[in-house]
């Protein structure tokens, strides 16, 4: 067993080694919520599927395909991509659009922007690193594709490459939500 796969076990015991630690500390005295009364039980299966859409899970995700997409597009090392037209051609456009939608998103009767008016707690910064990552993995989609590189061979590389590292981010998540369930508030 390498490394990866044991701290991935180990993540695995947490979780399972969570509840019953809320169990036992409650009984104990110690101000905390147990997962196996009643209200915990109930918590715990109307929330347990949760981890899986966490911002976690999701940032993990992103960074897998990211991962892939760079590396299989052929879009490194950046000095032989800047010699090449088609990348040119698509960084301009890419750099246009990108452009656009961020003036049109700070104008100030824009949609994006908070009830204030203001930047802060807006749409637009709730979505701008998503949308960053995602408008990239387009553009390295479409570059790697004039290399004959098929899409689904790229968004799924980083993902085939560490294949552990979604599970691990669900049970870190789960162990997250369970934690913060037991030292919530009675």
């Excluded at 552990?164 to 030292?183: D, E, H, K, N, T």
């Amino acid at each position: 067993m390498n490394n990866k796969e044991r701290v991935f076990v180990i993540a695995l015991i947490v979780a399972a080694v969570l509840p019953f630690l809320s169990w036992v500390l409650s009984a104990l005295g110690v101000p905390c919520r147990s997962i196996f009364d009643d209200e915990g039980l109930r918590w715990l299966f109307r929330h347990a599927s949760d981890c899986l859409h966490s911002r976690l899970v999701m940032f993990v995700l992103c960074c897998l395909m990211m991962q892939g997409v760079i590396q299989r597009s052929r879009i490194l090392p950046l000095g032989r991509a800047f010699r090449d037209a088609k990348f040119l051609r698509y960084t301009a456009v890419y750099a246009v659009v990108f452009l656009s939608i961020l003036f049109a998103a700070v104008r100030p009767d824009s949609p994006l922007l908070s009830i204030t008016g203001g930047l802060a707690g807006s749409p637009l910064l709730d979505g701008l690193l998503f949308l960053g990552w995602l408008s990239f993995i387009i553009f390295c989609l479409c570059y790697g594709h004039t290399k004959r590189e098929p899409w689904t061979e790229m968004l799924t590389y980083g993902i085939r490459r560490h294949p552990l590292v979604i599970p691990f981010a669900i049970v870190v998540s789960f162990c997250w939500q369970c934690v913060q369930y037991m030292v919530a508030p009675l």
